[in-house]
């Protein structure tokens, strides 16, 4: 999780490197190093926690898998053998659960702040602290009771069955629901995730929120049109097409302290879906993914000013149209009722738009 790879290292990195006097004997030998550790930590990955907060009859979830790393300022533990500076990876995973007990579980943001700040002010010899947390997206289960009616254990009418979130919940903005007290449903519309490093040299902590795995797809309103005409090209214009991806996105806090991580994943969420779809009844044109995506970004960037910069990624998720001409005696005419999926190969569209003067660590 620390590592940053050597095709995004600035291009004298290795260079800085050379000629340095490597240190005598850290190994046990007694000839100068050849090489240097440049990067390196360690960590617990996968470790999976539920916290249930019980108020009254009234429950309220959180599941998260969280993954903790520490890089500390010795490497006598790579060079020598010498593990007197290690927290165990085990320790790790019981921080997890201690601190989910001792102060509870809210955003994942909040908990992931929460195990770097304890691995910084803990531990003297840690130099840098990584959390990495997913939530998993249960949803509180609320039920439509006017149109819902049981009698013998069979149920009369059409039961009408929607979601609240697990994690927070307005039961007096319900109207004509029962919002269940203590059953769930697993909702995986899109993943909510988080990075948060903290760094003892620096006073400022980086936290950096995505969104994984949001599938849409809308079967009018795009197009695809006037790009390069060339001996290459096979793909005809396209003026009316189905458009379909699954979005991964992220973004970086300029600032924390005033932060609702929750609704600001909402916020970024919804943006994306409404720069999407557009209106329920008449919907939105788009002219490309690339438009569209452009968008969403930059709506985020105007209506959440704690963001810095944000990255975006729309994969094509292709369906082609199933060709009848052959079958004109079988289904004559022309079809725009059957589609093919096809997963691969698919195009890519990725764009970061950022605030000016603004360092990212994205």
Not at 237 to 260: G, K, L, N, P
Request: hydrophobic share 30%; with cysteine; glycine share 6%.
């Amino acid at each position: 999780m620390f590592a940053t790879p050597l095709r995004q290292q600035p291009p004298n990195a290795a260079s800085q490197s050379q000629g340095k006097a490597m240190p005598l004997g850290m190994d046990g030998h007694d000839k100068p190093f050849q090489y240097e550790i440049t990067d390196h930590g360690y960590g617990k990955d996968a470790v999976k926690v539920l916290h249930v907060s019980r108020q009254g009859p009234v429950h309220t979830i959180q599941e998260f898998e969280v993954g903790t790393h520490l890089k500390l300022y010795s490497k006598k533990d790579y060079y020598q053998g010498n593990n007197s500076d290690i927290v165990a990876t085990d320790s790790q995973k019981n921080t997890v659960y201690l601190l989910a007990k001792k102060y509870g579980v809210e955003s994942p943001e909040k908990f992931a702040l929460l195990l770097a700040k304890h691995f910084i002010n803990k531990y003297s010899h840690v130099e840098e602290a990584h959390v990495h947390v997913e939530a998993y997206p249960w949803q509180r289960i609320c039920q439509d009771e006017t149109k819902t009616q049981v009698t013998n254990g069979q149920s009369q009418g059409q039961a009408q069955t929607q979601t609240q979130a697990g994690g927070s919940c307005n039961f007096s903005s319900i109207d004509n629901r029962s919002l269940h007290n203590h059953a769930f449903i697993f909702t995986p519309t899109a993943q909510h995730y988080c990075d948060v490093v903290m760094r003892r040299t620096d006073p400022k902590q980086t936290v950096i929120t995505g969104i994984k795995g949001l599938r849409v797809l809308k079967t009018t309103q795009s197009s695809f049109v006037n790009f390069v005409n060339d001996e290459f090209r096979s793909l005809p214009d396209q003026y009316d097409r189905i458009f379909s991806t699954v979005v991964d996105c992220s973004w970086e806090y300029s600032e924390t302290d005033s932060v609702d991580f929750s609704r600001a994943w909402q916020t970024v969420k919804n943006i994306i879906i409404r720069n999407f779809a557009g209106d329920p009844q008449v919907g939105v044109s788009s002219p490309s993914v690339q438009h569209t995506l452009y968008l969403s970004e930059r709506q985020v960037l105007d209506v959440l000013p704690q963001v810095s910069v944000i990255s975006m990624t729309m994969p094509n998720k292709h369906y082609f149209n199933f060709d009848t001409k052959p079958f004109q005696q079988i289904v004559p005419g022309d079809n725009n009722e059957v589609f093919i999926p096809v997963d691969k190969p698919h195009g890519t569209i990725y764009a970061q738009l950022a605030r000016r003067n603004i360092n990212s660590h994205l």
